[in-house]
């Protein structure tokens, strides 16, 4: 899996962990809607700015996000 | 210190750990020297995908990347 889909699936999930549509990620984030549903559908090769503005909406850190599985070349996984 | 500076501060200082030019980076990331030295200096908001080609050629996961007290709001260290 690429890391753009690795990235629109943990936003996915810690988004709907916080009960939040993409819509309250939106507000926010201060990042329009429809940017965020392409992100999701790992479509879009999000630049760390965004990356920063999504955890500060999503109330964790940078290094909370990046703390998965998916981001571990150790991770048998995937 | 904005995310961008972070970043470019995390690049570098794995990168002197490992003992590797910006043109030894340059070279096994793909990425043009000139562009890492702009990120190096936070210069630049790079995307993930390009995180993605620095982490590998630096030889350490994204997960491992991030897990840094820079990248962490409870962090004091700042």
Redesign the interface.
Not at 45 to 49: E, P
Not at 60 to 68: A, D, G, R, V, Y
Not at 71 to 74: M, R, V
């Given at each position: 899996m690429d890391?753009?889909s690795k990235?629109g699936i943990r936003i996915k999930e810690l988004r709907e962990q916080k009960d939040m549509s993409q819509k309250d990620l939106s507000f926010f984030s201060n990042i329009d809607r429809s940017y965020i549903a392409s992100v999701e559908n790992g479509q879009r090769?999000?630049?760390?700015?965004n990356?920063?503005k999504v955890s500060i909406a999503l109330g964790?850190?940078?290094?909370?996000?990046?703390?998965?599985d998916k981001?571990?070349?150790?991770s048998r996984s995937c």
């Open positions: 890391i753009k990235i090769n999000i630049s760390i700015v990356i920063e964790i850190s940078l290094k909370e996000f990046f703390n998965n981001f571990d070349n150790d």
